[in-house]
């Protein structure tokens, strides 16, 4: 018998959401931006140029703290699949995550201790465990809101704008108000550390006021029973690693994606400083980073309708190529290398690529849940984070240590605020251009193997209602 696909209010699951309730959820995204992406983009800068720690050190310690979260993280998304707080299955964590992952993000950029590298592996690890625990419960929010593939993709694309928001305001505005409040003007020298906490404090408070609006604008209404939630056990992550093929398939993706963004955006500094000697044009270039978000995530859900995801993924993933590509003939050229407005051109194109195709795998993550739910009966959503979370944090782990090794190895001089060699500059080049192109091909690669298309995963969600 052919299932007649549910409209507005005829099946229980497949819930409507107001515009107001998606800017809600999405806010929680654009605060974990302002503190983890000011984490992303400037902690590495922040380390070897104002707080002392070599470019090595600093790499070793990303790659620990990145170990440490392999281990912490199954065991947050066991926990907040098998417990029901009075405040709320997953947006409670919000509020008792978001607190004291504030305190540790401004930690993390305090010059008190400088140069103490034990201080900035508390600070550091403090603030990744309870971002983990803000993070994958706010992502399992997002499965438990509803059912309809229509109301993700538009819940995504209110997302991954309001992200954006706050990508662009950690972008352009942390260096402008560094720069303001440093008494030598420059983001990278030790007399910046001042500014830097001071900085930090207003983007982590400013963060922390929209995790409390997310929380009041979100309620679960799609989350496992009573029953199966005392069966969650920390041995499920592995379990569902290997019988959910399309899972599998994402969290490959998720490495590759966040470690092509990772190792950007931790380069893009210290691109504009000593490659194109522009650091006064640094905001415009990591603001690109952000600003095409404004024009075309409004736009895809009318673009995944009209070519469907798989094409999608594959047409701004290439565009994000051609971006790479051209940001790397503008820098060899000699004659175009004193031409910023090509560099900040370049810098836009990649980004639309980037944006769109990073952005819109998070709609994939409730359509693997419900396949695992469809296979087993368990709606297992803290689990499904915990792994694409391990799979995120590897990559920005690589993130860090990419760009740390590379710069040692290249010979980068954090003494000096002004240049750097000719091979030190190709080093952050590969940085900025060559290495992220390479792994958008290997996503590229990774992406054709997903199989849950809308016809599909909608039939699957149809029938998991049907069963309850």
């Not at 690109?288 to 895809?300: E, N, R």
């Amino acid at each position: 018998m052919q299932l007649k696909t549910p409209t507005i209010g005829e099946s229980k699951g497949f819930y409507k959401l107001s515009m107001v309730q998606r800017i809600g959820f999405g806010s929680g995204d654009l605060a974990q931006n302002l503190i983890y992406q000011t984490v992303s983009m400037y902690l590495l800068i922040f380390y070897t140029n104002v707080f002392g720690i070599p470019a090595a050190t600093a790499a070793v310690m990303f790659l620990i703290v990145r170990l440490i979260d392999v281990i912490w993280d199954p065991i947050v998304g066991a926990f907040v699949d098998k417990h029901n707080p009075k405040l709320g299955k997953y947006r409670s964590y919000l509020i008792l995550g978001g607190i004291p992952l504030t305190g540790f993000a401004i930690l993390c950029f305090w010059n008190g201790f400088s140069g103490s590298l034990l201080y900035a592996y508390i600070t550091y690890v403090g603030m990744s465990m309870f971002y983990t625990l803000v993070n994958v419960p706010y992502g399992a929010l997002n499965a438990s809101l509803t059912r309809d593939t229509d109301e993700i993709t538009k819940l995504t694309a209110a997302r991954m704008f309001l992200a954006n928001l706050g990508g662009l305001a950690v972008a352009y505005g942390i260096p402008i108000i560094v720069k303001t409040l440093s008494p030598d003007g420059k983001i990278n020298s030790a007399e910046s550390g001042n500014a830097w906490f001071i900085t930090m404090t207003i983007y982590a408070l400013a963060g922390l006021a929209l995790l409390i609006f997310c929380y009041t604008q979100t309620k679960e209404r799609v989350v496992m029973n009573e029953k199966d939630m005392a069966l969650v056990k920390v041995s499920d992550l592995w379990t569902e690693f290997k019988r959910n093929r399309p899972l599998r398939v994402l969290a490959f993706f998720f490495i590759t994606a966040f470690a092509m963004m990772a190792i950007g955006n931790s380069a893009g500094s210290y691109y504009m400083i000593y490659n194109v000697h522009a650091p006064d044009m640094l905001p415009y270039f990591m603001a690109l980073g952000s600003i095409p978000a404004f024009i075309f995530m409004p736009m895809v859900p009318a673009i995944k309708k009209a070519i469907g995801k798989k094409q999608m993924f594959y047409v701004f993933l290439s565009i994000a190529i051609l971006g790479m590509a051209i940001l790397y003939v503008v820098s060899v050229v000699p004659a175009l290398k004193t031409q910023v407005w090509l560099v900040l051109t370049a810098q836009f194109i990649k980004s639309t690529g980037v944006i769109v195709a990073t952005g819109y795998m998070w709609a994939l993550v409730p359509e693997v849940i419900s396949y695992g739910e469809h296979t087993t009966g368990k709606r297992i959503s803290g689990i499904v984070n915990a792994l694409t979370g391990i799979f995120f944090k590897a990559g920005m782990a690589l993130g860090g240590v990419v760009p740390g090794f590379v710069l040692a190895i290249v010979g980068f001089d954090e003494k000096n605020a002004v240049s750097q060699t000719p091979f030190t500059e190709q080093g952050i080049l590969w940085l900025v251009a060559v290495i992220p192109a390479i792994l958008l091909i290997a996503a590229m690669f990774i992406i054709s193997k997903y199989e849950l298309e809308d016809d599909v995963i909608d039939k699957i969600n149809i029938e998991i209602e049907a069963r309850q």
